[in-house]
């Protein structure tokens, strides 16, 4: 009963970052200006990141109920607090503020961490750490996208 209790309250944290991500980012991804700049010939199309972003949270939220389960809250608190900023961030920076090479910069910072949490949690929870998959894929993805942008803008 813990586990859902715990998934229960990561579901409602990581919906609210995604919440506040669309907030953060406004009008963002129908502006001029990135309509105007040139994207990777790769990029999905705009109805796929809520999409994604939606799948990737609930799996994430499961995974981080069992992750949260085992006790290892101090490092798995902090990993998580950074998760959430530079995820809720990168919104902001990028679309708000139009830094794009910052934005990279928030995106890699944020990628890092998602593949500490693979790679150290790993042992601890088996294959259930295979629920954070997607969230790391979808961000090589966007670090490619934004990456193709800062080259070529």
Same mark, same amino acid.
């Not at 506040?20 to 990141?49: D, E």
């Not at 939220?61 to 950074?82: C, D, G, P, Q, R």
């Not at 910072?109 to 997607?134: E, M, N």
């Given at each position: 009963?813990?586990? &859902?209790?715990?998934?229960? $309250?990561?579901?409602?944290? #990581? ?6 991500? $669309? !907030? ?13 700049? #040139?994207?990777? @010939?790769?990029? @999905? @199309?705009?109805? &796929?990141?809520?999409?994604? !972003? ?16 085992? *006790? ?13 900023? %530079? ?28 593949? $500490? ?6 042992? $601890?929870?088996?294959?259930?750490? %295979?629920?954070?998959? @997607?969230?790391? %894929? ?7 996208? *934004?990456?193709?942008?800062? %080259?070529? #803008?």
């Amino acid at each position: 009963m813990k586990i &859902l209790k715990y998934f229960l $309250v990561f579901l409602i944290i #990581n919906f609210s970052a995604l919440a506040l991500g $669309v !907030w953060l980012m406004q009008n963002g991804p129908q502006s001029s200006w990135y309509l105007h700049l #040139n994207k990777a @010939p790769w990029t @999905p @199309p705009g109805w &796929l990141f809520g999409a994604a !972003w939606s799948s990737i949270m609930l799996c994430f939220s499961i995974y981080m109920a069992f992750l949260w389960h085992k *006790n290892l809250t101090e490092k798995v608190k902090a990993l998580f607090v950074l998760q959430f900023i %530079l995820n809720v961030g990168w919104n902001l920076v990028f679309f708000n503020l139009r830094l794009i090479g910052l934005g990279l910069l928030v995106i890699l910072l944020l990628t890092a961490i998602i593949c $500490v949490f693979q790679y150290d949690y790993r042992k $601890v929870l088996g294959l259930k750490s %295979l629920l954070i998959t @997607p969230y790391m %894929l979808w961000l090589f993805i966007a670090n490619s996208l *934004n990456l193709y942008i800062w %080259l070529y #803008n």
